[in-house]
């Protein structure tokens, strides 16, 4: 995973009409010596001149080094009922979905392909499963009849569904028919 897509410098200044907040994702152009402290090594690491610039003049500015990495997941996470609705309904980036059960042996061979495109489209979608036995309200909400059944949403809304154990190309071009967009 790039670490462009993993950290952000942020500065916040104070200015009459309230608090402003500066973001800058990390290039790799230029570096940035982090400070020593619990978690961070006190490496290089490579950032753009801007946010160089911004953390050498913003010492008495609050200059802060957010962790962005939470938007570039690279591999398929859990999803639940009580997850439902913050991860897939309430995400901004689109989200593909398998539907699945552990006694299930095309959901067993369609599970690496899922892994492949959560690594390739890492901060570009989100890659969950969702366990039928253990959360049998959703498929029911979503009319799924049988697993695997990969579901896409973008904005929230369930866009396309692919029944059955499908080969990566399948899925990887329903993918970037709604990336495009």
């Not at 973001?23 to 801007?50: A, D, R, V, Y």
Request: include cysteine; charged fraction near 20%; glycine fraction near 4%.
């Amino acid at each position: 995973m790039a670490l462009k897509n993993c950290f952000q410098v942020s500065s916040m200044c104070s200015t009459r009409a309230g608090l402003v907040q500066c973001n800058q994702p990390f290039s790799s152009i230029e570096k940035l010596h982090l400070p020593t402290c619990k978690g961070l090594n006190n490496k290089s690491t490579n950032t753009s001149s801007f946010a160089r610039s911004l953390t050498s003049r913003s010492r008495n500015r609050n200059a802060l080094i957010l962790c962005k990495a939470r938007e570039a997941v690279d591999e398929v996470q859990v999803v639940t009922d009580s997850s439902w609705e913050s991860l897939v309904i309430g995400s901004a980036n689109p989200v593909l979905v398998e539907f699945w059960a552990p006694w299930c042996g095309p959901c067993r061979m369609i599970a690496p392909v899922m892994d492949e495109l959560a690594k390739e489209y890492a901060g570009k979608i989100y890659c969950f499963k969702l366990n039928t036995d253990d959360c049998p309200n959703i498929a029911t909400q979503y009319g799924i009849r049988s697993i695997p059944t990969v579901l896409f949403f973008k904005n929230g809304e369930k866009k396309e569904s692919v029944i059955g154990a499908v080969p990566k190309s399948t899925l990887s071009a329903t993918i970037e028919k709604y990336l495009e967009n």
